[in-house]
C-alpha cells in the first residue's frame, strides 16, 4: 500500500510541475511577444489569463507542504505564494489603471524565468531521480538577479495602485454594518509594503542558505 502511495504521489507530482511549466512558458512567450511587437502597455492584457491560471496553482503548493507531500517549510512557501496571490488577484486583476504600467513586463518576466527553471527543476527530479548540474545550479543560482528584479517590481506596482485603492474604496468594509468591523483596504496594502522590510532579507538569506546547501553537494545529486 505504501508503495503504491508513494507512486501515485510521484506521478501526481511529476503532472504538476510540468503542467504549470507549461503554463509559465506560455506567459514568458506571450509577454515577450507582446513586447516585440505592441510594447509594455499591451502586456498585461495578453499574458493575463496564463498568468491568473499558473499563479492560483502555486496555493496547491502550500497544501502539499501541509499534508507532507514536499519537503519545504511552509514557513518560506506560504509568504512568497501568498504574495504572489495578492500581485496577481489583488493589484494587477483588480486595478486596471495600472495595468499598462512599465513595471508589469519586469514583474512577469522576472517571475516567469524564475518558475520554468523551478518546475522543471523539480519536475526533472521528480521523473528521474535527479536533474542535471547545470539545471540544478539555475535553480539556485539565478535568483541572485530574478529576485531583487521581481521583489522590486512587486513593490512598485502594489506602490503605485495605491492611489486608485484609496479613491475607490475597493475591498474596504466601512462603519456602521452589523458585524462592527471595519476593514481599509488602502492601509492594510500600506503595510502589506511594511512587511517586505523584513520579509525581503528574511527569505533572500533562506535562498542563499538553500543555494550553499545545494551546490555544496556531490555533483551526480
Same mark, same amino acid.
Given at each position: ?63 502539499? #507542504? @501541509? ?8 514557513? +518560506? ?5 501568498? !504574495?504572489?496571490? *495578492?500581485? =496577481? ?60 528584479? #521581481? @521583489? ?8 503605485? +495602485? ?5 479613491? !475607490?474604496?475597493? *475591498?474596504? =468594509? ?48
Amino acid at each position: 500500500m505504501a508503495g503504491v502511495l508513494s507512486l501515485l504521489r510521484r506521478f501526481y507530482l511529476i503532472a504538476y510541475n510540468w503542467i504549470v511549466f507549461a503554463g509559465w512558458v506560455q506567459v514568458l512567450f506571450l509577454a515577450l511577444k507582446t513586447l516585440k511587437e505592441a510594447g509594455h502597455e499591451h502586456v498585461y492584457s495578453n499574458v493575463e489569463k496564463p498568468l491568473l491560471w499558473a499563479q492560483s496553482a502555486a496555493f496547491l503548493e502550500i497544501l502539499h #507542504g @501541509i499534508v507532507g507531500l514536499v519537503r519545504s517549510p511552509i514557513s +518560506a512557501t506560504l509568504p512568497q505564494i501568498s !504574495s504572489r496571490l *495578492y500581485l =496577481v488577484w489583488g493589484i494587477l486583476y483588480s486595478f486596471p489603471e495600472v495595468q499598462t504600467h512599465p513595471l508589469i513586463s519586469s514583474l512577469v518576466i522576472s517571475w516567469s524565468i524564475t518558475e520554468i527553471i523551478r518546475y522543471s527543476f523539480f519536475g526533472t527530479k521528480e521523473a528521474f531521480g535527479s536533474a542535471p548540474y547545470w539545471l540544478l545550479w539555475l535553480r539556485y543560482s539565478t535568483f541572485l538577479v530574478l529576485y531583487p528584479a #521581481g @521583489i522590486s517590481s512587486e513593490i512598485g506596482m502594489i506602490y503605485n +495602485a495605491l492611489p486608485f485603492m484609496k479613491e !475607490s474604496g475597493m *475591498y474596504s =468594509v466601512r462603519m456602521p454594518n452589523k458585524w462592527n468591523f471595519s476593514f481599509d483596504y488602502y492601509y492594510g496594502s500600506i503595510v502589506v509594503l511594511a512587511i517586505y522590510v523584513p520579509g525581503i532579507p528574511h527569505l533572500y538569506g533562506y535562498m542563499l542558505g538553500q543555494r550553499k546547501k545545494a551546490l555544496m553537494k556531490p555533483k551526480k545529486e
